[in-house]
């Protein structure tokens, strides 16, 4: 029987989604025997917990929720629009409305001199607050493994709708 790209591409996202929504699986690093996450300041550790290679100045005032593991598989819709700060809170604002992003764990956001910055994980910067940006990934709802998954609590004031973030496509 032969599977269509697009269902093949579908039955590689929903797998871990599954799975990972009936408790096969764990991120790295918890155990089944504690429910309450370690948390590291990304100034410091980098997605597996080793230091990494290059200076990050966090900015305290920006919450950036990140997962604590990188995702194996990504939605593929596109979300664009302008990289901003609202209420303290990252998000992408466009023709489309504000997404907060939930990034993935192998990027930083570093203020260079008062400028936002988003960085990847070689410490290159690939977008600043008020530039256009283009994320893969999707629309998700908050839910209490979404919430799991999370490095850090959102804080109340950062409010849907959520995106989780594929890949980077671009920032111009």
């Known amino acids: 029987m032969m599977i269509g790209n697009k269902k093949l ?23 089944p025997q504690s429910s309450t996450p370690t948390i590291r300041s990304v100034s ?53 409305g504000s997404h907060l992003v939930i990034w993935q764990p192998d990027f930083f956001v570093n203020n260079n001199k008062g400028v936002i910055e988003i960085l990847d994980r070689n410490g290159e910067v690939v977008a600043r607050v008020g530039e256009e940006i283009r994320i893969g990934g999707g629309e998700v709802p908050l839910t209490e493994k979404l919430k799991q998954l999370l490095r850090e609590p959102l804080p109340e004031q950062c409010r849907g709708p959520y995106w989780s973030m594929g890949e980077l496509v671009s920032s111009e």
């Open 9 to 31: 591409k579908l039955i590689v996202w929903l797998i871990p989604l599954v799975a990972s929504l009936l408790g096969c699986t764990a991120p790295a690093g918890s155990s």
């Open 44 to 96: 410091t550790y980098g997605p597996l917990g080793e230091d990494i290679p290059f200076a990050v100045t966090p900015d305290p005032t920006v919450h950036f929720p990140q997962l604590r593991t990188r995702s194996a598989a990504f939605m593929e819709a596109l979300l664009q629009g302008k990289l901003a700060v609202t209420e303290g809170c990252l998000r992408v604002t466009g023709s489309g």
